[in-house]
């Protein structure tokens, strides 16, 4: 046609043009298949079929999310920073998948888990955030989420990382089994686990920081502590925000050296950081930290012997923090005030804890005829003492990344546990607690 009259082929094709579009918009019924979406299903199942040939390269290593969510009773996300916490730390990039459990039996609420997929659809638009949504009905929450962790993914196109939020409310709503359990059950598989606190006032997606990320490296955990920063930095929210990295170091060890080889590794794994050692002093144990560890016993002895239900223990549990309020506060040890170098965040749990002291014990105990256990007092020391030392150097920081300590074996600590934790981010805004899966996730070598 072009030879024998250009233009009127120039003409012919506009007219097509025009007749195909206009087709198109009216919405012209068809009775075919689409074409294009079979072969986007083939070479999605060509591409999920290699990848089961083996694990990635560490240098391949990314995290890919399950971001595990609480909704409300209209299907919302009880808080949507979480979601926007997930799509800053993964730039569009990756494996996302946003999951909730409704607490109902699936046979009787396929609609509700129908409408709170499509609500989780929705918010994840908003958020700008690239991944695939899911909502389960489980009458044991518990289960539920287990499930989930288990099976969310199709072969080898699975999450590595599980996120959540930190349980604000755990000594009123007692939900700390549920917290610990999911823990346990993403080490159980060998996930990492990040845990947000603090969330509700994180960043949004149109914000743009300025400052610092602290990164507290107190344990080697894969490089996850690294990685993670590495990444948010990618971000448009976090771009003009410097990585400081702070290691700690006792009486013995040599800091100089410590201060040297970690600036090496960053040096060769690309990643722009400052870098600081903190010796830690081994000082004596202060009055806050003693008081402090009896309290948690001393709450953790009276539930467990009581034998309540669990609505039972809540409303013990008010009625004691109620009292504590209530009462006029006793006469507060001197070298509880004097604590050197303690931060004003201690000198008023020292006044509190003085209260809910005297609330909790028996009528005619004292604090000084009771001693805690050795153990809880020393693991009590050190998150004091850890927590001293970053509300001291990070008490300005955008975000603040410490480790994730592993939960304990028995159940009967798991109170306990959360206590340490409470206390070793105390103070701190904005809080990304980090536990690696068991492998490394950075490395030097191609």
Known sequence: ???????????????????????????????????IRGLALQAARYSLLRLEAG???????RPQVLVLVKLDEDF?????????????????????LVSSVLQAEFKNSFGEVSAARQCLMRAM??????????????ANVALGLSYLIQGSGLGSLTHNTVIFDWPDSWKRKLTWKLFVATIREAAAGHHAVLV?????????????????????WIVHDGGMLVLLPFLLRQSKVWKNCRLRIFTVAQMEDNTIKMKRDLTTLLYQLRIDAEVYVIEMLDSDISAYTYERTLVMEERTKMLRQMGLTKKERKGVVDNIAGAAHQTGAPHVPPDVEEIRGASSVHRRWSRQLSQDTHAMLAPGASPALIKPTEDN?????????????IVQKSHDAKLVI??????????????????????????????????GGGREVVTIYS
Do not use: C
């Open 1 to 35: 046609m072009f030879i024998s009259s250009w233009y009127y082929a120039l003409a012919a094709i506009a007219i097509a043009v025009i007749v195909y579009k206009y087709i198109e918009y009216r919405g012209a019924e068809k009775e075919w298949g689409d074409g």
């Open 55 to 61: 694990p990635p390269h560490t240098k391949n290593w």
């Open 76 to 96: 919302k996300p009880s808080n949507s920073r979480l979601l926007s916490f997930s799509s800053q730390l993964k730039a569009g990039k990756g494996l996302t």
């Open 125 to 138: 638009k908003e958020e700008k955030i690239k991944g695939f949504s899911q909502v389960i009905a489980s």
């Open 196 to 216: 947000t606190k603090g969330v509700s006032t994180f960043p949004g997606n149109k914000e743009r920081l300025q400052g610092s990320v602290d990164v507290w």
């Open 377 to 389: 007092v020393r693991r009590m020391n050190t998150s004091v003492k850890l927590n001293e030392l």
């Open 402 to 435: 410490v480790n994730l300590p592993g939960p304990p074996k028995a159940d009967k600590d798991e109170q306990n546990y959360m206590e340490f934790l409470e206390v070793l981010t105390e103070g701190i805004d904005h809080v990304l607690m980090v536990r």
